[in-house]
Every structure is written in structure tokens, then in C-alpha cells.
């Protein structure tokens, strides 16, 4: 079946633009993540969606960057104002539990994001 | 708050070798374990995981780990590596509970050679 796909692939924008990442999860998983992969800071999580229970926003760096679930399905993550630290590839997971359980994050193949 | 620390950025081996990638975690409380694959411009594709039971996990492509607490490891092994495993493999812990939110190692880089 059809994995996370994730658009665009890659985004070049000029710093101070605000920038918008899609994921579109596998069909049924209920829970969605999105992570950051940057060379300074590595892998580091974002933000969690799980049915509709309200986000865990833990992971945001900032009050720049928000996201949204709509539908239980599909999600964007918005970048306000772009910064040039905010150049990584941002990566998105879905997960199907409960029932599963299985704890398995199937992981889409990301966006590069270039501030210039 | 748990950590992951995988101590070897790049571990060079030849065709056919055995190789080990370390990988030690902190947590207060029960954890699950992760070991994560990265192919050039790729996502993370799923190795292996530890949730309970057997502490001696088999995962794809011929790669296993052993989960033990005492000393908070899961090293990720395999006994003949071939150069299609030349990739990077990140170690990830999560505590279950508050979403299953992970917290990955930095990595390490498994350069295989002729």
C-alpha cells in the first residue's frame, strides 16, 4: 500500500517568508508526527497528533512554527518568518495504535527546507 | 527526560565482517527501543524493536540487537555485513506512554568496504 508521502521534496525560500510542509499519512494511522533532521541538531521531535486529542506541541523550538490535522488525515506544518536555522529536512510518521500497538512510526521521505 | 547516546559518528568495516554499532540510553522509567536505518535521501525505515519479552530481537536484513538493562544498552549487530548496508542507523528510545515520541541518538554512519 502507499506509504507517508510528503510535499514538496524540496522548498528554497528567502528568509522572512513563511513556508508550508504537507504530509499525507498511511490511510487509518491515527497518530502523526513530524521531526526535524538538521546537522547541528539531529533528529529531534516537533509535534504529535493522536486522533483528536489536542497536539502535543512539546517539541516546537518556537511560537514560529504551528501545524494543523485536518480530518484526521492530512497535516501541514507552517513556518512563520523564516530564519536560516530553520534550514533541515523536516520529516513526518504516522503510526497506527491503539489497536496495533505494534509502536512502529513509518516514516515519509521528508522535505528539505533551504532558508537563503 | 531520556537520552540516547550512540558514541561512534562513523564505523569503517570490510565486506563480510562482523560489526557492532553501540547505542546506551537514559530513562527513568520503562522504555521501548528503537534501531532506525537511513538510506542517502531516503526516510528512516524500521530495523528492529525491542518492546518486552526476548532481551535478543531479530530484525531485517540479517541484523539483530540485545536489549540489557543493567547497563542500559542495545547494541545493533550483524554477523556478515555487505555494502548495501552502507547507510545510517539511528538508535531511538521512547518511553510509550505520551505518544510514543521519540528520542533519536545522533547516529552512526556504517561505511561498508571492498
Known amino acids: 500500500g502507499a506509504g507517508v508521502s510528503q510535499s514538496p521534496s524540496n522548498k528554497v525560500t528567502e528568509k522572512g517568508k513563511d513556508v508550508e510542509l504537507r504530509c499525507d499519512p498511511i490511510?487509518?494511522?491515527?497518530?502523526l508526527y513530524w521531526y526535524r533532521q538538521s546537522l547541528g541538531q539531529g533528529l529531534e521531535f516537533l509535534i504529535y497528533?493522536?486522533?483528536?486529542?489536542?497536539?502535543?506541541k512539546s517539541g516546537l523550538p518556537s511560537d514560529r512554527f504551528s501545524a494543523e490535522r485536518t480530518g484526521g488525515s492530512v497535516s501541514t506544518l507552517t513556518i512563520q518568518r523564516t530564519q536560516q536555522e530553520d534550514s533541515a529536512v523536516y520529516l513526518c510518521?504516522?503510526?497506527?495504535?491503539?489497536?496495533?500497538?505494534?509502536?512502529?512510526?513509518?516514516f515519509g521521505p521528508g522535505t528539505r527546507l533551504t532558508v537563503t | 527526560a531520556q537520552s540516547v547516546t550512540q558514541l561512534d559518528s562513523q564505523v569503517p568495516v570490510f565486506e563480510e565482517a562482523p560489526v557492532e554499532l553501540r547505542c546506551n540510553y537514559s530513562?527513568?522509567?520503562?522504555?521501548?527501543l528503537f534501531w532506525y536505518v537511513q538510506y542517502p535521501n531516503q526516510g528512516l525505515q524500521l530495523l528492529l524493536k525491542?518492546?518486552?519479552?526476548?532481551?535478543l530481537v531479530k530484525g531485517i536484513n540479517g541484523f539483530e540487537a540485545e536489549f540489557n538493562k543493567s547497563q542500559t544498552s542495545f547494541h545493533l549487530r550483524k554477523p556478515s555485513v555487505h555494502i548495501s548496508d552502507t547507510a545510517e542507523y539511528f538508535c531511538?528510545?521512547?518511553?510509550?506512554?505520551?505518544?510514543?515520541?521519540?528520542?533519536f541518538g545522533t547516529g552512526t554512519q556504517l561505511k561498508v568496504e571492498l
Open positions: 510518521a504516522s503510526s497506527s495504535m491503539p489497536p496495533d500497538r505494534s509502536y512502529e512510526q513509518y
Open positions: 490511510s487509518g494511522h491515527t497518530a
Open positions: 497528533f493522536q486522533g483528536n486529542s489536542a497536539p502535543d
Open positions: 530513562s527513568s522509567v520503562s522504555v521501548y
Open positions: 525491542y518492546l518486552s519479552g526476548s532481551t
Open positions: 531511538a528510545v521512547s518511553e510509550g506512554g505520551g505518544g510514543n515520541k521519540l528520542t
